[in-house]
């Protein structure tokens, strides 16, 4: 069973909670737990926490978010300018109206497919591009035809940039796998000890604390109660896998 990068804080932060309120059991089992290893495991979860948000780079992330959001409706717009002048040359096109794909952009637009956006838009370009006699005479402008241009050019600008920056945010989990690996086993340890110290105290619901399996069913359940936006391209493990024996 893997677990996924951008779940790791999460994690540390309920099996740190479990620590807490037990801590005077911990202490009792084991020299181990004390108040410096709590000190290591803070300053541990808190660099992780920078790795798979780091404050400059998720900065610039959400400026290039926010400005691809913003060509959403000057997209619909212009589709909708697009499709009255293809629509008002009919049968004078090489293809049918329906084939400029206005359809599939609209459902990519509803969806906020960006891929699926850009190569609707190229498509679109072509076909009006091949069309362009046609659709002069029919209405179609110099301007808007350069301005449908420059906007698709604009929108492959700035998914390339997204694309680029959640690359850079891949590579800098990846360069860092350490640091998770050694934020795990600190997990590993205090789960390792909480269900030893529950087998004892026979302490079923203590038991359950500590199961990974257990917390992970927490973690995902806050996941999907919080995180409504499609997964982060961070989610791919960095080879950091969970002992079998702690699910």
């Not at 660099?47 to 610039?60: D, F, Q, R, S």
């Not at 359809?103 to 990519?108: A, C, D, E, I, V």
């Not at 998770?180 to 789960?191: H, K, R, T, V």
Request: with cysteine; proline share 2%; glycine share 4%.
């Amino acid at each position: 069973m893997k677990c996924r990068i951008e779940e790791i804080p999460a994690l540390s932060e309920l099996t740190r909670d479990n620590y807490l309120r037990n801590g005077q059991l911990f202490a009792v089992f084991s020299t181990v737990f004390n108040a410096t290893f709590m000190e290591r495991y803070t300053e541990q979860l808190q660099k992780v926490k920078e790795l798979i948000e780091p404050a400059v780079l998720t900065g610039e992330m959400k400026k290039i978010t926010e400005h691809i959001a913003g060509h959403y409706d000057r997209a619909r717009n212009m589709a909708n300018k697009a499709e009255f002048h293809v629509k008002n040359a009919g049968s004078v096109l090489s293809v049918k109206p329906a084939d400029f794909g206005f359809r599939n952009l609209r459902k990519s637009l509803a969806k906020r497919n960006d891929e699926a956006i850009l190569r609707e838009l190229r498509a679109l370009v072509q076909l009006i591009d091949t069309n362009r006699a046609a659709l002069v005479e029919h209405g179609l402008t110099e301007e808007f035809y350069n301005e449908l241009k420059d906007f698709t050019g604009q929108f492959e600008k700035d998914s390339l940039d997204q694309i680029r920056k959640q690359h850079e945010r891949c590579e800098l989990v990846r360069d860092n796998s350490v640091e998770f690996s050694a934020m795990w086993g600190m997990i590993i340890e205090i789960c390792t000890a909480g269900r030893a110290i529950a087998r004892e105290r026979k302490d079923k619901i203590m038991y359950a604390d500590y199961t990974i399996s257990h917390l992970m069913k927490k973690v995902r359940l806050m996941r999907s109660t919080t995180d409504k936006e499609p997964e982060d391209t961070t989610s791919a493990s960095p080879g950091v896998q969970t002992d079998r024996s702690a699910a």
